[in-house]
Each structure stands twice: as structure tokens, then as C-alpha cells.
């Protein structure tokens, strides 16, 4: 009977699929160390990278990568689902710290957040500190001169504006002027080269994008208020468990070491002609750390 | 480069075909039974099947999230950010479009043929066998709107898989990825691949379907 014929063949076929993906799935279940991680990270490549050269000295091992903000990133990894986080939110890192869930990290990298708005400048922030400049673009904003575009998607970069805000004692939330996204870094400047608005954004994707924008300058680049911090946790096994902390702590170690710096610092430089990030080096006068320790206060 | 895209485009037909057949699996004899008598329940349930069809599918995804999560009940399973937690993400997502679509079909086919099959003096297991008999060409349709459903969604296979380079990178991943790197004209290129192996499944099912 046709219908009889049909439910066979579709049995048949569901169990063979569902047998080969599994057999596709087993052959890596060995050693799988899982990485929740900041997308403005993962975009520009540098984690394949660093991943591709660990791979050389531990075959055994596969590292995979889920770029998601960094908000998303923690709670992630809080519900189990990671093994360890790369994360550039001190405040939000700080919250997951005081809980248990990460173990104390390292900072292995690090650059500048930078304001980009439209070349000309309507609240004249160039040249200022990038305090001065929130505050500018607010006042600019009132006057109906200036438009700010706003990731708002809880993603480290998205804390490091709110926080710059209040740390220049505004309140842009709500204001016409300022608009609300929720959208990734790269939609956020595109949004801001249409509207011709200022925006904050961290320099890889920025220069990653720099050609498609051709509205936007950098504005303010400098100033320790725009350090933008990247570190590593492992998952707290005891406060999560099931994590593969072992795997986690010899992959920390690896971004940390010589090697993993020297990476990180190179990065970037055969594509722009500039280095991405800075490496952290142990983070030698323990400025970075201090830098962490207010920016976690503050949030 | 291109070789990597040919292991997504596989993975996708793979993950896709497999979330379609599933779902196929149990949609048609809901429908089959939903269709059978006419009742109030049932078309309320209906109803509710036709809601579920504007589902978002990040909602499904995050809903399987929480569910299929180490900290979740499911999490024993350990199958989250695997190739098969997206395989059954796509076939929940598209379980309500299947059933919708198979119920209007059966519905209209019983219409003409229950009836001239009951009168000639068929059972009703006959009558019933006839029907979806009759039905099948129509059924596959659906089917295939069911897996183009699964292969262009983003959200599930973004939430449950977590785009993993080499594990559970598919077309819709690789595509959203690309954008935010800034690749538009790779992306580009991506989505007409993506529309392309659609366009041959759908011709070649619809081949096999006519000569079988």
C-alpha cells in the first residue's frame, strides 16, 4: 500500500539521519571546551586565531566559540552552558564575580572604546575629553543639533555608554534625540552613518566598517574613561556544575602566556596597518586592574 | 574558503532535511485527526495550530534554551549547542505550519472524496486511506514549505546552536555573521547559494514526487 510504503521509507529515513548525526556529534565530544565570549571580540577574527594555534599544541581539543554581547555572554555561562567567558563589562563581570559563578579572571587584553559622529561636528566634541564630549552631545541633543544612536542590548559596550553618561550627570534616556537600538555594533554604526549621529563603538568593528561609513570620523579616541578591558573567567564548578574547568584553565593560561600576547598584539596589523588590541602582559603596574575596580563600582 | 561553505550548505541540508522529516512525522497524523470530525474543540485547536504558526523564532529558540540548558531539565542531555538541539528546534518551530497547511489540504480533499468513498460503499478505514492517498502530492507541497521554513530561520539555529565554527555553522549563521563583520558582498553571495540549493530541492522533490 502506497501510504504504508511512504511511513516506511519516512521512519527509515528520520532514524538514519538522526543515527549520523550523532555519530557526527560523538566524534567531538571529546574534550570540548566551550567559550561564551563578546562578539567584538570574535568578529575580528582574533579568536579563530588564537584557537588555531592552540589547536597546534592540543590536537585532542576543540574550542568553540558562541559570540553573543556580553551580558548574554555571563547568563550564559550562569546557567551552565560555558566553560568559560570572555567578557569586556567590568561592572556586569563584577555582579557574576560577587555571586560565585566566575572564578576571579584575568585581563589579557585591551584598547579604546571610541565617540565617532558626523565630520562635522555639530556639538563640537573633537579635542575634548570624553566626558566633555557625553555632555556636549547632550546639550547639542536638546538643542535639536545632534542625534545619539544607542546599542542598548545590555552588551559591554552598550554599560560603557551608560556609564559615560553618568559619569558627565546626564540622562539622555527617553529624550527624542536619543535613539534606542538593541542591535549589534555593526548595525549601530550603520544606523549612526545614515542618521549622521554620534555613537560609541569599540575600534575593531569600527575599523572593520570604516569604508561603509563615510559620514562618521573617530571624534574622541583617548582618555581613560574609553579603556576598554577584556577578560578571561573560568566557570565557578562549584557554584556551576559540570564545567570543564581543567580544559578552561590551560586555554586561560595559553591567551595569558608569551605566546597568546604576542598574538594578540600582532592582530590586525597585516588588515588595517595598525595592531586591534594592546596585550595585557600580567597588566605589570596593576593600572588596568585599578581602571577594572572603578569602572566595576561604577556600573 | 569555499570549501568551508560547502560543509555549512551540507550541514544546513542535513540539519534542515532532518528537522522537516520529524516534523512531517508527527504533524500529518495530527492533522489527519484533527480533520476527521468536525468539532468545536477541534477547530479551536485549530485555531491555536494557525497562531503558532506567526511564532517568532527566537521565542522557540529561547523557550528549547532553557529547556535543553545544563541548569535546565532537559540539560542532562547534554545536547544543547549540537547540530541535533538544532534538528529538534526546527522541527518544533515548524510543527504548527505543518499541521496548519496538511489540515486545509486533507480537509478539502475529504470534502470531495469521503464522501463519494462512503457512498460506493467503502469503509471508513478505507475512505480514510483514500483520502490521504489522494492527498499525497499536495501533502508533499507542504512539506517543502516546511523545510524552506527550517533552512531560511535564523533565530533557532542562532540560539540553540550558537553558530560554532565546524559544528553548528548553517547557511542563515553564517550569513547574519558575515554581516556583522562587515563581509556584505560575501553575505550576498552566501544568501544566493542559500536560495539556489533551495530552489533544488524543491525542483528535485517535485520530480522524484511526480514520478513515484
Same mark, same amino acid.
Given at each position: 500500500m502506497r501510504i504504508r510504503r511512504v511511513f516506511v521509507a519516512l521512519t527509515v529515513a528520520v532514524v538514519v539521519s538522526i543515527l549520523f548525526l550523532s555519530i557526527y556529534q560523538t566524534g567531538q565530544h571529546e574534550n570540548i571546551l566551550r567559550v561564551t565570549t563578546t562578539t567584538s571580540l570574535y568578529n575580528t577574527g582574533l579568536l579563530d586565531k588564537l584557537a588555531e594555534e592552540f589547536k597546534q599544541m592540543h590536537p585532542d581539543v576543540s574550542v568553540q566559540f558562541i559570540a553573543i554581547g556580553s551580558g548574554?555572554?555571563?547568563?550564559?555561562?550562569?546557567?551552565?552552558?560555558?566553560?568559560m567567558v570572555l567578557s569586556?563589562?567590568?561592572?556586569? &563581570?563584577?555582579?557574576?564575580?560577587?555571586?560565585g559563578t566566575l572564578k576571579p579572571g584575568k585581563i589579557f587584553a585591551y584598547n579604546y572604546f571610541i565617540i565617532v559622529g558626523p565630520s562635522d561636528d555639530p556639538a563640537n566634541v573633537t579635542g575634548m575629553s570624553p566626558i566633555e564630549a557625553m555632555a556636549a552631545i547632550y546639550t547639542a541633543g536638546e538643542r535639536g543639533r545632534a542625534i545619539f544612536v544607542s546599542r542598548a542590548d545590555n552588551s559591554g559596550t552598550h554599560n560603557r555608554e551608560l556609564m559615560l553618561w553618568s559619569l558627565a550627570s546626564v540622562n539622555p534616556s527617553g529624550k527624542t534625540w536619543y535613539l534606542e537600538l538593541g542591535a549589534d555594533m555593526a548595525l549601530t554604526l550603520m544606523?549612526?552613518? &545614515?542618521?549622521?549621529?554620534?555613537?560609541?563603538?569599540?575600534v575593531g568593528t569600527y575599523l572593520k566598517f570604516s569604508d561603509k561609513?563615510?559620514?562618521?570620523? #573617530?571624534?574622541?579616541?583617548?582618555?581613560?574613561?574609553?579603556?576598554?578591558?577584556?577578560?578571561?573567567?573560568?566557570?565557578? #564548578?562549584?557554584?556551576?556544575?559540570?564545567?570543564? &574547568?581543567?580544559?578552561?584553565?590551560?586555554?586561560?593560561?595559553?591567551?595569558?602566556?608569551? &605566546?597568546?600576547?604576542?598574538?594578540?598584539?600582532?592582530?590586525?596589523?597585516?588588515?588595517?596597518?595598525? #595592531?586591534?588590541?594592546?596585550?595585557?602582559?600580567?597588566? #605589570?603596574t596593576g593600572e588596568l586592574k585599578n581602571v577594572w575596580e572603578s569602572m566595576a563600582k561604577l556600573g | 574558503m569555499w570549501q568551508e561553505v560547502a560543509e555549512v550548505v551540507a550541514r544546513s541540508l542535513l540539519i534542515s532535511g532532518t528537522a522537516t522529516m520529524l516534523a512531517a512525522f508527527w504533524s500529518i497524523p495530527v492533522a489527519m485527526?484533527?480533520?476527521?470530525?468536525?468539532?468545536?474543540?477541534?477547530?479551536?485547536l485549530l485555531d491555536l495550530t494557525n497562531t503558532l504558526v506567526a511564532i517568532p523564532t527566537v521565542l522557540v529558540g529561547l523557550v528549547l534554551y532553557l529547556l535543553l540548558s545544563r541548569s535546565g531539565p532537559l540539560g542532562f542531555l547534554g545536547i544543547l549547542y549540537t547540530p541535533t538541539s538544532i534538528v529538534i528546534g526546527e522541527a518544533v518551530l515548524i510543527t504548527p505550519l505543518i499541521v496548519s497547511l496538511s489540515a486545509s489540504v486533507l480537509r478539502e480533499t475529504r470534502a470531495g472524496i469521503w464522501e463519494m468513498a462512503v457512498s460506493i460503499?467503502?469503509?471508513?478505514?478505507?475512505?480514510?486511506?483514500?483520502?490521504?492517498?489522494?492527498?499525497?502530492?499536495?501533502?508533499m507541497s507542504v512539506i517543502l514549505i516546511g523545510f524552506n521554513r527550517a533552512i531560511g530561520e535564523l533565530g533557532v539555529a542562532l540560539m540553540l546552536g550558537g553558530n560554532?565554527?565546524?559544528?553548528?555553522?548553517?547557511?542563515?549563521?553564517?550569513?547574519?555573521?558575515?554581516?556583522?563583520?562587515?563581509?556584505?558582498?560575501?553575505?550576498?553571495?552566501?544568501?544566493?547559494?542559500?536560495?539556489?540549493v533551495t530552489f533544488l530541492v524543491t525542483a528535485i522533490v517535485r520530480k522524484v514526487g511526480k514520478t513515484a
Open positions: 548574554e555572554a555571563l547568563r550564559r555561562a550562569a546557567q551552565g552552558d560555558a566553560d569586556h563589562a567590568p561592572n556586569l &563581570e563584577k555582579r557574576y564575580l560577587d555571586d544606523v549612526a552613518n &545614515e542618521k549622521k549621529a554620534y555613537t560609541l563603538s569599540d561609513l563615510g559620514e562618521l570620523k #573617530p571624534l574622541v579616541e583617548r582618555g581613560d574613561a574609553l579603556i576598554n578591558i577584556y577578560s578571561v573567567y573560568v566557570v565557578n #564548578p562549584v557554584k556551576v556544575p559540570g564545567v570543564n &574547568e581543567k580544559l578552561a584553565e590551560v586555554f586561560m593560561r595559553f591567551i595569558t602566556s608569551e &605566546e597568546g600576547q604576542k598574538i594578540i598584539e600582532n592582530y590586525g596589523i597585516d588588515e588595517f596597518g595598525k #595592531p586591534l588590541f594592546n596585550a595585557a602582559r600580567g597588566d #605589570p | 485527526i484533527l480533520t476527521a470530525k468536525e468539532s468545536e474543540f477541534r477547530r479551536v460503499g467503502a469503509t471508513e478505514r478505507q475512505a480514510l486511506v483514500t483520502m490521504v492517498t489522494e492527498s499525497l502530492p499536495r501533502l560554532i565554527k565546524g559544528l553548528t555553522r548553517v547557511m542563515t549563521t553564517a550569513i547574519a555573521l558575515e554581516v556583522s563583520k562587515g563581509e556584505f558582498e560575501f553575505a550576498l553571495a552566501l544568501g544566493g547559494v542559500l536560495l539556489f
